[in-house]
């Protein structure tokens, strides 16, 4: 059984930054696109980031753009999302999600495997 487990989430002020981390554990990321999605409340999840083994590429939503990137350590298993520059809509639980397939994918509903999510506020 795939499993993902997200940690980084906290209260952090406007213009602040966290790391989220994402573990995955009896699967190798080589052969996965490996999606951080977000819900707000009240809200439809979206899509924030995504990275295809494939073929190295990586997708930022354009809400994300030049404030977030994400990373990986294959040896680790681990999935990073870096947020620089946070305001108070990156509110949200933040998720991260995997599929097995070649092409990139970034709609939420491809991704088969989801963790539970870490929340993040942005507030003063």
């Known amino acids: 059984q795939v499993q993902l487990v997200e940690s980084g989430g906290g209260l952090v002020q406007p213009g602040g930054s966290l790391r989220l981390s994402c573990i995955a554990s009896r699967f190798s990321l080589e052969y996965y696109v490996i999606g951080w999605f977000r819900q707000a409340p009240g809200k439809e999840r979206e899509t924030v980031s995504c990275?295809?083994?494939?073929?190295?590429?990586?997708y930022y939503a354009d809400f994300v753009k030049g404030r977030f990137t994400m990373s990986r350590d294959e040896a680790n298993k681990t999935t990073y999302l870096q947020m620089n520059s946070l305001m108070p809509e990156d509110t949200a639980v933040y998720y991260c999600?995997?599929?097995?397939?070649?092409?990139?994918?970034?709609?939420?509903?491809?991704?088969?495997?989801w963790g539970r999510g870490t929340r993040v506020t942005v507030s003063s």
């Open positions: 999600a995997a599929v097995r397939i070649a092409a990139m994918r970034t709609d939420p509903a491809f991704f088969d495997y």
């Open positions: 990275f295809s083994s494939s073929d190295g590429s990586t």
